[in-house]
């Protein structure tokens, strides 16, 4: 038995990743997918069809240039997690715009739109989670949106604020952060001898699964952003590990055995004080880590967003 198939036993393994083949190759049950994945695998020759189908859908439903663009980027998500989910049998992450993050209604709008557009297609909405970084903005948005039987899934999360409101929220599930908070530690060179046991994303994961399963959270957790299979090792037995197809090779590759991590602790009684808006922002604030790579995390996505307007002004 090969790492990737003893680690099925004890998580659920996601594909991260836009591009098909590679989710055919692994056949995960979910993936996920952000605007960084989508604008590398769309500018590929196979997926220009992708493009020129949302170019004429935009131009079919009308309205301004600008509207028609911002409608044919939506289109190429739900296409390509269209496709994505007919080799799949679960759900598959879909990202909205990261420049709607500091806006809870927005949010609420084109989380709605983009599962419209989904049903359009004849997919149930149960098999989509629209991906929102872990704002408070987005963490209001996606309690609001349970009732409509939207699911999210809060990317982006990087401190014990943001996870703690989640599941306060109660969240349908979180994406924290390991290798980027890893990045984030080796960069201002606080890590002087790597050790996985005392990784700060590993550290950041075990930490938010023992407080969540303490108090009978239901939010799943899913540990994402992973640079090496150490770290996915270590979080064996984590609700939910999606992982990149190169790491994912590697799992493949290799026969040594390991045990799992990461095991629930006896339930007690959830906390009764819960966070405020002040409090959240105030805690997350403490956490230099957390709000540089927040604040990165959604300028980056912007910014893919921008690119793939781009391509679609090219193509129109």
Known sequence: MNQLELLKRYSKVVVDSGDIDSIRKYLPEDATTNPSLVLKVITLPSYEGIINNAIIYAKKRGGSYNFQVLNAVDKIYVTLGQEILKVISGRVSTEIDAHLSFNTDLCIQQSQKIIAMYEEEGIHRSRILIKLASTWECIKAAEELKKYD?????????????????????????????????????????????????????????????????????????????????????????????????????????????????????????????????????????????VEKLSEGIRQFGRDQRELEKIIKNKM
């Open 150 to 290: 939207i699911n999210c899934n809060l990317t982006l999360l990087f401190s014990f604020a943001q996870a703690r409101a989640c599941a306060e929220s109660q969240v349908f599930l979180i994406s924290p952060f390991v290798g980027r908070i890893y990045d984030w530690y080796k960069s201002k060179s606080l890590i002087k001898e790597y050790s996985v046991d005392k990784d700060p994303g590993v550290h950041s994961v075990r930490k938010i699964y023992n407080y969540y399963k303490k108090h009978g959270y239901k939010t799943i957790i899913m540990g994402a952003s992973f640079r090496n299979t150490e770290q996915i090792l270590a979080l064996s037995g984590c609700d939910y590990l999606t992982i990149s197809p190169n790491l994912l090779h590697e799992l493949r590759f290799k026969n040594s055995t390991f045990t799992r991590q990461l095991c629930a602790p006896n339930v007690i009684n959830q906390p009764t004080n819960t966070l405020s808006q002040s409090d959240f922002l105030w805690l997350h604030n403490e956490d230099s880590m957390a």
